[in-house]
């Protein structure tokens, strides 16, 4: 039993590759092609849908020695990691390009983008594309959650990384949202019925509420 999971482990993660080598190619050729924000923003989705074939490696790895099946470790590792994974290529990019609040936002969202985009094209073609109105909810949902851990990041670090006393316990404390919200995310959609839809809601819910405090904010003139 054990050879047969890590044999279909093995087959996943080669077709994982090969999506992202279909998909990733036409980014890479379109940003030697693209110059300024749009390249930039291209650079991010890359970023991005490489954080997601990364994670599934990683989230793999701990599950191989933990020794949990791969349903557990969707619950319990992969927020982690996946969050972490999202959050490092905008933190090189925020320490190493001091770019301005408006960049800082842009890289989460993009990063976020990209991760979502990769995860929901690779769900679609392990599980088949037969239920449009699912699939749809679905793309919906993760897509709005993983901008929404990204958002939560970013909105933090918007106002936080000038303080240097917060700048530490402050990234740490929105990481951890950040990685609750998506575990709570996962525990819901795994479930059947009412819970599952829920989940699906959540995000979407909690992205028009960002959105309108964005708005109050920005109308209320603080920086």
Not at 2 to 20: G, L, P
Request: aromatic share 8%.
């Amino acid at each position: 039993m054990q050879t047969v999971h890590r044999t279909e482990r093995r087959r996943r993660m080669t077709n994982i590759e090969n999506i992202f080598i279909c998909m990733a190619a036409p980014l890479i050729i379109a940003t030697v092609a693209t110059k300024g924000h749009g390249r930039r923003m291209l650079i991010f989705m890359i970023a991005g849908m490489t954080s997601c074939l990364l994670s599934s490696y990683i989230s793999t790895f701990i599950a191989v020695v933990q020794g949990v099946d791969l349903f557990t470790a969707s619950l319990e590792i992969s927020p982690l990691v996946e969050e972490i994974l999202k959050f490092c290529p905008a933190l090189f990019f925020i320490l190493v390009f001091e770019p301005d609040k408006s960049g800082t936002a842009d890289a989460f969202g993009m990063i976020a983008i990209g991760f979502a985009t990769f995860e929901n094209v690779c769900f679609i073609i392990m599980n088949g594309a037969d239920n449009l109105i699912n699939l749809t909810i679905r793309g919906l949902g993760t897509g709005a959650m993983h901008v929404v851990c990204g958002s939560i990041i970013a909105f933090g670090l918007l106002h936080l990384w000038d303080r240097l006393w917060l700048r530490a316990a402050g990234t740490v404390a929105l990481l951890c949202v950040a990685v609750t919200y998506h575990g709570v995310f996962n525990v819901l959609v795994s479930q059947t019925g009412i819970p599952m839809i829920i989940g699906f809601m959540i995000p979407l819910v909690t992205t028009a509420g960002l959105s309108l405090l964005r708005r109050r904010i920005d109308s209320m003139g603080f920086a």
